[in-house]
């Protein structure tokens, strides 16, 4: 298999939970050839990996399905809320910080600072 089918495979066995980039595939893959648990060669201008006999044996000693557990019990709209949430509170920032008055800079990030303080205080909170 080559690096693209792999993102694809990885992103379907999740559930679509997870599917790396290929920032984090191709480093990994030349890393766990430089291990000797991988061999790489190019058959029609992909280059193809397959496990070695010491890959094989590692990918035996660990979980059978290790994807099964990605993405399990992870409410994604409330993910989603929180990204759209951050996202605009970094363009409110950001335009503070461009357009603002010293002072209202200085208020701007006091506002950052003590959210981040509430934020916590809230994981302290007894239930």
Do not use: C, F
Not at 18 to 32: A, E, F, M, N
Not at 38 to 58: F, H, M, N, P
Not at 89 to 118: C, Y
Request: no cysteine; charged share 30%; hydrophobic share 40%.
């Amino acid at each position: 298999m080559h690096g693209y089918e792999m993102i694809a495979e990885i992103g379907e066995r999740t559930g679509g939970a997870w599917r790396p980039s290929p920032g984090s595939i191709y480093p990994t893959l030349q890393l766990l050839e430089e291990e000797g648990l991988i061999t790489a060669q190019e058959v029609s201008g992909k280059r193809l990996v397959q496990l070695t006999d010491a890959g094989r044996a590692e990918a035996e000693a660990g979980a059978d399905e290790p994807w099964a557990e990605a993405g399990r019990e992870v409410d994604w709209e409330a993910v989603q809320e929180v990204g759209q949430a951050l996202g605009a509170v970094d363009a409110a920032i950001r335009q503070v910080m461009a357009t603002g008055t010293e002072a209202q800079r200085a208020k701007g990030l006091a506002v950052l600072t003590e959210t981040r303080k509430k934020l916590y205080l809230i994981l302290a909170e007894d239930e």
